[in-house]
């Protein structure tokens, strides 16, 4: 079994910065995949960021040159560093990671269980 704790989230002013943290641990023999989705009352869950084990990093368009995604791999811990951020940015912020559990390069994907992030004045 695999869990991820995310951490970091809460209430910020318009923009302010926020960095969140998310650790997996368990029976891990590699990670590929690390990332944050969030989920805004109402709306459906939408990708934000993602960062591959090799460096390659991937953002959804409306956080691009605000939030910055990186991961500490011998840690297999991740990081969304938040800035600049908007009322519409809030939403219930879940990690996620594809796990290899066996060695055997078979990878299944884990979620956190999610952080609120609110930006209001």
């Known amino acids: 079994q695999v869990q991820l704790v995310e951490s970091g989230g809460g209430l910020v002013q318009p923009g302010g910065s926020l960095r969140l943290s998310c650790a997996a641990s368990g029976r891990i023999f590699s990670i590929n995949v690390m990332g944050w989705y969030r989920q805004a009352p109402g709306k459906q869950r939408e990708l934000v960021a993602i960062?591959?084990?090799?460096?390659?990093?991937n953002y959804e368009d409306s956080v691009k040159g605000r939030f910055t995604i990186s991961r500490d791999n011998a840690k297999n811990t991740v990081y969304l560093q938040m800035n600049s951020l908007k009322p519409e940015d809030t939403a219930v912020y879940y990690c996620?990671?594809?796990?290899?559990?066996?060695?055997?390069?078979?990878?299944?994907?884990?979620w956190g269980q999610g952080t609120q992030v609110t930006v209001s004045s």
């Open positions: 996620t990671a594809d796990v290899d559990g066996s060695g055997r390069d078979y990878y299944t994907a884990y």
């Open positions: 960062g591959t084990s090799r460096g390659s990093t």
